[in-house]
C-alpha cells in the first residue's frame, strides 16, 4: 500500500499546481508584443526591412522637458520603452514597443504629430555590402537573379532562379582549400583569375600539363578558362563578373587538348598530380560514355570530392551512362544544368538515379583565354606546298584561305560504295629548330568540314616515330575558321622537331593557313569574357560551393558536403523525379546547413520576460496537458500562458492537450528550463489547418532545417516566418518566402521555438515522420 502522507503530498501538489496555472490564466492580461497589425497586413512593413513593432521616438528640447513630453506621448497610446539612449549620449531618444494592433506605419504618424517629438521612424535593419563591385555581375544570372536582363537580346531571367550566392556571400566569400580544375588549363594571366591561382611554392609555376608532361598549364581553348572563372573569378575588384569564391585557390591541371578531347590516362595523371599537390576538390567538366576500371578506381581511391558535368546529349544517364559522373561513388556530385528561368536546359543530361542535383548551366557569362600575340620563329602561310611532303588529296587552294594569297586543302571521301581513301598528311620535310626555346609553341588557322572525322597534329624528333600532340574525333564537325595552339612536350624539347597534319573519316574536307613557330604567348592583345552553354557550366558552381563549404566548416568530410548539398537543393518541379535531389543547388542553404547546431536534450528553454515556444515532438499520453508541461514553471509574473488561433489571443486552459505544430506564448520572470516528456515513438503523420494570415507555429522534429525546407508541405502558399529572441525580447529579422540577404529562406528554423507563419490562403500543412 501506497504510503498515506506521501500520497497527500502528492495529490496536494498536484493541486497546488493546478490552481496556480488558473490564476495565472486569469490573473495575466498583459499579452507580447505583435509584429504589427495583423488586421491590415503591410507586406512592405517586413520588405522594407525594419523592425516590427517598434519605433524609434526622439523628443526636442531640454533633457526635463523631453522626458515629460516622451511619458505623455507614450502613455497616450500605451507604448512602453525598451532601451533610452539619453544617458548614452542620444538624449531624448528611446526604443519604443507599439501597443498591440498598431502599424509601424501608424505609429510614425501618430508620434509625427505630438508636439515636441522631433521625429519617429522605423528601427531599420542594416546588414552588410556584400555585393561585389564586378561591372559584369549583372550577366551572372547564375549567381544572382534578380529577374534581370542578363544578356543582350534575351528576354529576362526568372527572379531567385540562381544558386542564392548573395545570401550566402553574407557568411563568407573565401576559400582557401584547393580546387583543381581539370580541364583544357587555365589561363593564369588572366586579369581577373591571376590572385587566385595556386602557384607553385617550389618553382612559381601554376598547375600541370598531362598531355606535355610539363608544369604550364595554359589553356589554349577557353573551356577550362571559363570553367575557373566560374569557381573563382576575382570578387570585388571591379572587374570583369565575380566567381562562386571571391578569393580562391585555383589548380590548373590541363589533360584536354584544344579540340576539347583527353585521354583516360592523361585524366588519371592529371588527378593524381593534383591530388599529390593538396587538391581537395576536383571539378570535371568532361566525360564520356565507355566505363573505365581505371578511372573509377583512380576516383574511388582518391581522398577529395569530384563534381562531375552530367553530360550535354539531352539523355537519362540512368539508361545511357556517361563517365565519370555516373559511376555511384560517394565521391561524385552528377551535375546537371538548369536555365534562368529554373528549368532543365534543353541539352542537359538527367537522371532520377545518376544524376544529383542541377545548377545553372545556360548562357553562363564568365573568363575565357586571353587572346596574346606571339613572338614568330618561323612561319608558313602557304603561299606554295614546297616546304611539305604530300600523302594524299592536299592542293593549294586560290579560294578559300585564312589570309591570302592561298592555304593548303586536304580532302577525304569514303562515301562512296566500296570506295577506301587512305588518310591525307602533309608533313614539314625540315625539321625545327627549337633548341633555344624554353615555350615552343606551335599556331595554325584551321578550317574543316567532317562526318566520323579525325584531325590531329603529330610530332618527330627523327622523322619515323611519331607522337600525337592533338587531335579531334567527332561524329560531325563543321569548323569555321579558328586560330588553334599546341604545345610541345618536354620530352621532345632538346632535338630537332618535325610535325604533321593528318585528316581521315567518312568524309572530311580541311584547310590549313599560317603555321607559326612562336616563343610562348607573346604579348596581351585582348582580356576576354564572355557566354558558353553545357553541363560543363553547371559543374564548376558545385565545385565553387564544395569549395567555399569546406573552408567555411574545414572539419567536415566530403560526404558531409556533398549531403549538405543535396539535402538543401531548392525543390523545382522540372527536376523532380528525373534528379536525385530534385532540385537546384542553394549556396546559402547548404552552409547553414554545415553549421546547424547539434539536437540538443528535450528541454524548452525560459528567459527574463515572454517568450515564444513551440513543441517539437509528441508528449506522452499522461503528461501531454497544459498542466503536465507548463505546470513546471516556477515563476510567470502573474502573466498568463496564452496562444493565438483565429486571429484572436487565447490562454491556455490547464486541461488542454499540448501538441506539435502550435506555439505558444509564456511569461517567465527568471530565467529557467521546463523538460517536456516525449512519447518514445515519434513516427506518423502530423497535420495543422492554417488561416488566412498569422498564425503561431513550430517545427515538428529536432532537425535543423531551413524554413524553406520546413515549409515544403505549404508550397507558395506562405510569405513571412518571424523569430522572436527570448534573451533580448525582440524580434529577429523576418523570413522571406524566396528571401535574399538576411531575410532568405534559407534560414534554419529552430526546434522548440516558436515562430509567426503568415499564409496567403486557408492551408493544411501535414507532415510524415
Request: one cysteine or more; charged letters at 15%; glycine letters at 8%.
Amino acid at each position: 500500500m501506497k504510503d498515506g502522507i506521501g500520497w497527500i503530498k502528492h495529490i496536494f501538489s498536484k493541486v497546488f499546481v493546478l490552481v496556480l496555472l488558473s490564476i495565472f490564466i486569469q490573473a495575466g492580461t498583459a499579452i507580447p508584443v505583435m509584429p504589427f497589425n495583423f488586421d491590415e497586413i503591410k507586406p512592405q512593413d517586413l520588405q522594407d526591412s525594419y523592425q516590427p513593432g517598434v519605433l524609434l521616438v526622439r523628443a526636442d528640447g531640454p533633457a526635463e522637458d523631453t522626458a515629460s513630453v516622451l511619458s505623455s506621448a507614450h502613455a497616450t497610446i500605451g507604448a512602453r520603452v525598451l532601451e533610452d539612449f539619453s544617458a548614452s549620449g542620444a538624449p531624448g531618444l528611446q526604443l519604443v514597443a507599439l501597443p498591440e494592433g498598431m502599424s509601424v506605419t501608424d505609429g510614425v504618424a501618430y508620434y509625427s504629430l505630438k508636439s515636441g517629438i522631433q521625429y519617429a521612424e522605423p528601427d531599420y535593419y542594416r546588414t552588410s555590402a556584400i555585393i561585389p563591385d564586378d561591372p559584369d555581375l549583372w550577366r551572372q544570372w547564375g549567381l544572382v537573379n534578380t529577374g534581370q536582363v542578363y544578356k543582350e537580346d534575351f528576354a529576362p531571367g526568372t527572379p531567385g532562379a540562381d544558386i542564392q550566392a548573395a545570401s550566402a556571400w553574407n557568411t563568407t566569400t573565401n576559400s582557401d582549400v584547393i580546387i583543381a580544375v581539370l580541364d583544357s588549363g587555365v589561363d593564369y594571366l588572366h586579369e581577373d583569375l591571376a590572385d587566385n591561382i595556386w602557384t607553385n611554392p617550389l618553382t612559381g609555376t601554376h598547375g600541370y600539363d598531362a598531355i606535355t608532361g610539363t608544369l604550364e598549364p595554359m589553356d589554349l581553348a577557353s573551356h577550362g578558362t571559363h570553367c575557373a572563372g566560374i569557381i573563382g573569378a576575382v570578387g570585388n575588384n571591379g572587374k570583369g563578373g565575380s566567381g562562386v569564391n571571391w578569393n580562391a585557390t585555383i589548380l590548373p591541371v590541363r589533360f584536354l587538348n584544344s579540340f576539347g578531347t583527353g585521354t583516360v590516362s592523361d585524366e588519371i595523371e592529371a588527378i593524381l598530380w593534383a591530388a599529390r599537390n593538396g587538391a581537395q576538390i576536383f571539378s570535371c567538366s568532361y566525360g564520356g560514355s565507355s566505363f573505365s576500371q581505371a578511372e573509377y578506381e583512380v576516383i574511388a581511391g582518391t581522398e577529395g570530392l569530384f563534381i562531375c558535368a552530367a553530360g550535354n546529349s539531352g539523355q537519362d544517364n540512368d539508361f545511357e551512362p556517361h563517365y565519370p559522373s555516373s559511376y555511384d561513388l560517394d565521391n561524385i556530385i552528377s551535375v546537371a544544368a538548369t536555365n534562368a528561368d529554373d528549368e532543365l536546359a534543353s541539352f542537359s543530361n538527367f537522371g532520377k538515379v545518376s544524376v544529383d542535383i542541377g545548377a545553372p548551366g545556360a548562357d553562363i557569362y564568365s573568363t575565357k583565354h586571353n587572346i596574346y600575340k606571339p613572338d614568330p620563329v618561323w612561319r608558313d602561310s602557304f603561299e606554295t606546298l614546297n616546304n611539305w611532303t604530300i600523302h594524299g588529296n592536299w592542293t593549294l587552294n586560290t579560294e578559300n584561305f585564312s589570309s591570302p594569297p592561298s592555304s593548303a586543302s586536304g580532302l577525304v571521301n569514303n562515301t562512296v560504295l566500296n570506295q577506301t581513301e587512305p588518310p591525307v598528311i602533309i608533313s614539314l620535310k625540315e625539321p625545327l629548330d627549337i633548341f633555344n626555346l624554353t615555350e615552343p609553341i606551335i599556331s595554325y588557322q584551321l578550317q574543316m568540314v567532317g562526318a566520323y572525322s579525325t584531325f590531329y597534329i603529330e610530332a618527330s624528333n627523327d622523322n619515323l616515330t611519331w607522337k600525337k600532340l592533338e587531335y579531334d574525333t567527332k561524329p560531325l564537325t563543321v569548323l569555321p575558321w579558328i586560330y588553334r595552339e599546341c604545345k610541345i612536350p618536354s620530352d621532345m624539347m632538346n632535338a630537332p622537331l618535325y610535325i604533321r597534319f593528318g585528316a581521315d573519316g567518312t568524309f572530311v574536307m580541311c584547310f590549313l593557313d599560317d603555321i607559326t613557330l612562336s616563343e610562348g604567348y607573346g604579348d596581351l592583345v585582348e582580356t576576354r569574357y564572355g557566354y558558353m552553354d553545357g553541363t560543363s557550366m553547371a559543374a564548376p558552381f558545385v565545385s565553387g560551393m564544395a569549395g567555399l563549404m569546406a573552408t567555411y566548416a574545414p572539419d567536415v568530410s566530403y560526404q558531409t558536403i556533398k549531403e549538405a548539398i543535396l539535402k538543401t537543393a531548392d525543390p523545382i518541379p522540372n527536376l523532380a523525379n528525373i534528379t536525385v535531389s530534385g532540385g537546384r543547388a542553394n549556396l546559402s542553404a547548404a552552409l547553414a546547413y554545415l553549421k546547424k547546431p547539434e539536437p540538443e536534450p528535450d528541454q524548452i528553454s525560459l528567459y527574463p520576460g515572454w517568450n515564444h515556444v513551440s513543441i517539437a515532438k509528441r508528449l506522452k499520453a499522461g503528461n501531454d496537458t497544459a498542466f503536465d508541461l507548463f505546470g513546471q514553471i516556477t515563476n510567470t509574473s502573474g502573466h498568463s500562458v496564452l496562444k493565438y488561433a483565429h486571429a484572436n489571443w487565447t490562454t491556455v486552459p490547464a486541461e488542454e492537450k499540448i501538441t506539435p505544430l502550435s506555439s505558444y506564448w509564456i511569461y517567465s520572470g527568471e530565467s529557467q528550463h521546463i523538460t517536456p516528456k516525449s512519447d518514445p515513438n515519434q513516427s506518423g503523420t502530423y497535420s495543422r489547418d492554417m488561416e488566412n494570415g498569422w498564425n503561431g507555429f513550430g517545427v515538428v522534429g529536432t532537425g535543423y532545417e531551413s524554413a524553406k525546407t520546413n515549409l515544403i508541405p505549404l508550397g507558395d502558399n506562405w510569405t513571412y516566418v518571424i523569430g522572436y529572441d527570448a534573451q533580448s525580447q525582440m524580434y529577429d529579422e523576418p523570413i522571406l518566402r524566396n528571401g535574399t540577404g538576411n531575410q532568405s529562406d534559407s534560414r534554419i528554423l529552430v526546434p522548440w521555438l516558436g515562430y509567426w507563419l503568415y499564409t496567403n490562403r486557408n492551408v493544411t500543412y501535414q507532415v510524415t515522420i
